[in-house]
């Protein structure tokens, strides 16, 4: 972490320099964005036999057996964490689910919690009910010491404190009750904790799991819920959405300390906003237009933004007309009066209502639109409704993908999420700032890259991850990538490292078979065997040992030494460098299924 961030970036900017994603139809936020991007629907349509509720309430002729399915709901991986098979039974699976968000979300930002040396805020929103419908809660009486155990598996409070404990992080926990909007109160918190100086960095988020799962609704004239299904968007043949499920996580640092500390940066919170309508002329519920407004309004007044620089307006879209019509007017009186348009769009068309977790699909489509400069398409909008009336406001309907090309020369977009009980909640991302040039990448210096797992299945797996990786994105530098490796991943058993010249040959080494070659594993050779045996072939620093040069002979040395077992200070072979952090696979976990079968 830096102490001298630099100062020409806005102090109230938080940059966003890590995503980790799961929702129906996507195990990551690559897979996510791809959907989006090909217009794919994700909601399932299931058999009576997959639909695990009351024979008589399948038959309804109301019952709609649709919903947005997470195909991972009940499955964990707890070794990487230390944890034990009886403790991960007991666990929530919203708790699982966002341990390993978290995890993946620290790791993508490129950062290892066993070498971090700062105060790590936690603030995460799920839905009490799961814990409700998964376990009863512990019974202190009867049970005795092993309820404590088991209640901080099974609460929904402990949430963010169980991800701090198992990640072996210190810093703020808070775990966030605020229905539909929980995601984006999650965001508000940390970030309003960065700009205060109480973190260094944050993860914030949210998991929902809907319990039984899969299963459909029931559906109700004018509810939210939708009579087909499918979830439509500002169309006029709108019933409401489908329910589903996911975890979305995001890592935080202020923006001037993130382009200091050179992390890579998907976008920038440039203000965020919460209010309730508390007392309200409409339904408890609805959204009220003139709190709703003032929300998104405080949001652009907080980042210093003028509305006619917005050029994508997330919507929270329940695709239920009375709601559209709400929101779009909630939206065009604090947008006001402009000449520039904004395009509008609802996630939810392909990935149905997530409840606590629905604004956070919404924040990572937009992020994804700001980092990759296009507009993903609102499916299942084929009819405009008219009485949105459209023309008479800023926003323009996405009603086909399309490149950004911003009119005020600007990306930026508005996030809006809704929660039921009056929650307002908005989000104003904008694009990342241009990276600094720099000199081209010094061709044919020989570099270490190095990978870890539990064993050697998920070394494997690692292996053909970062090759194809690698295959996919030949605008990656070589530097970036071995310092992100390095430094941005815990050490685990199992370990192979490389000394390359190129990505190239990065590639080859991956794809070997054995060892032998640039690559050495942890089926140690005789030169790892004599370099962990003897304690005086390197120097030494606290954090580890260091090699003797940086040529290819005292790189393949130290690749010995460390894939035999002895610790490397990383850190000191990269002092100097101007390498990057950038985004990498991220652990593979391997998942088994874990589900309380007594009580």
């Given amino acids: 972490m830096t102490d001298r ?35 794919r629907e994700s909601i399932s349509f299931l058999a009576k036999d997959d639909i695990h509720v009351d024979e008589t309430l399948i038959h309804s002729p109301f019952y709609v057996r649709a919903c947005g399915v997470l195909d991972t709901y009940d499955k964990f991986d707890p070794s990487v964490f230390g944890i034990s098979d009886r403790m991960a039974a007991a666990m929530t699976p919203e708790n699982r689910l966002f341990l390993e968000s978290a995890w993946e979300s620290l790791e993508d930002g490129g950062y290892d919690p066993d070498r971090l040396d700062a105060e790590i805020g936690m603030y995460g929103a799920n839905n009490p009910q799961t814990a409700a419908l998964y376990s009863s809660p512990p019974d202190r009486v009867s049970v005795g010491p092993e309820a404590i155990e088991a209640s901080l598996a099974w609460s929904p409070d402990t949430m963010t404190s169980n991800a701090l404990y198992y990640m072996g992080l210190t810093g703020e926990a808070v775990t966030v009750a605020a229905v539909c909007a929980g995601f984006h109160y999650s965001v508000h918190l940390a970030c309003q904790s960065l700009l205060l100086g109480q973190t260094d960095l944050a993860i914030a988020g949210g998991a929902m799991v809907r319990l039984p799962h899969p299963r459909g609704h029931l559906w109700e004239e004018n509810r939210i819920l939708s009579r ?24 935080l640092k202020p923006l001037g300390h993130a382009v200091a500390d ?43 933004v003028s509305p006619d620089t917005v050029g994508m307006y997330e919507a929270n879209g329940l695709g239920l007309p009375m709601t559209d019509e709400l929101e779009v007017h909630a939206a065009s009186m604090a947008f006001g009066k402009q000449t520039a348009t904004t395009s509008i769009g609802g996630v939810k068309g392909n990935v149905g209502h997530g409840g606590v977790v629905s604004g956070g699909f919404g924040a990572i489509k937009a992020a994804l639109s700001l980092y990759h400069k296009q507009l993903p398409a609102t499916i299942n909008l084929t009819e405009v409704n008219p009485d949105l009336d459209f023309p008479g406001t800023p926003f323009v309907p996405q009603l086909e993908g399309a490149d950004w090309e911003p009119e005020s020369g600007i990306r930026r977009a508005g996030i809006t999420s809704i929660g039921g009980g009056g929650y307002n909640a908005h989000l104003l991302l904008e694009e990342a700032p241009a990276p600094a040039r720099r000199e081209p990448e010094e061709a044919g210096r020989p570099r270490l890259a190095t990978l870890s797992a539990l064993d050697d299945e998920a070394l494997a797996r690692q292996r053909a991850r970062l090759r194809e990786w690698l ?22 058993p199992r370990r192979w490292a490389a000394v390359v010249r190129s990505r190239e040959e990065l590639i080859a080494a991956l794809a070997e078979e054995a060892a032998g070659g640039a690559a050495t594993s942890t089926a140690a050779t005789s030169t790892a065997t ?55 696979p991220t652990y593979p976990f391997q998942p088994r299924r874990f589900w309380r079968t007594d009580w």
């Fill in 471 to 492: 295959a996919a994105d030949p605008g990656l530098r070589l530097d970036d990538v071995c310092y992100s490796l390095n430094l941005g991943r815990k050490v685990l």
């Fill in 228 to 251: 087909d299904g499918h979830c439509r968007p500002f169309d006029a043949n709108g019933t409401g959405t489908a329910l589903s499920s996911g975890v979305v996580t995001v890592l």
């Fill in 5 to 39: 961030p630099e100062q020409d970036y806005d102090p109230g900017d938080v940059a966003v320099i890590g995503m980790s994603l799961r929702a129906p139809g996507a195990r990551t936020k690559e897979q996510f964005w791809d959907n989006l991007v090909h217009g």
């Fill in 530 to 584: 004599a370099a962990a045996s003897d304690p005086d072939a390197f120097a030494r620093t606290d954090d580890g040992i260091v090699p003797a040069g940086r040529d290819a002979r005292a790189l393949a040395e130290l690749a010995a030494a460390w894939v035999g077992g002895r610790q490397a200070d990383f850190a000191a072979l990269h002092r100097g460098e101007a390498s990057h952090r950038v985004p990498l």
């Fill in 262 to 304: 050179r992390d890579h940066i998907y976008a920038v919170v440039k203000g965020s906003a919460v209010n309730n309508n508390g007392v309200s002329a409409m339904a408890y519920g609805l959204a009220q237009p003139e709190r709703l407004s003032a929300c998104i309004a405080s949001a652009m007044e907080v980042g210093g």
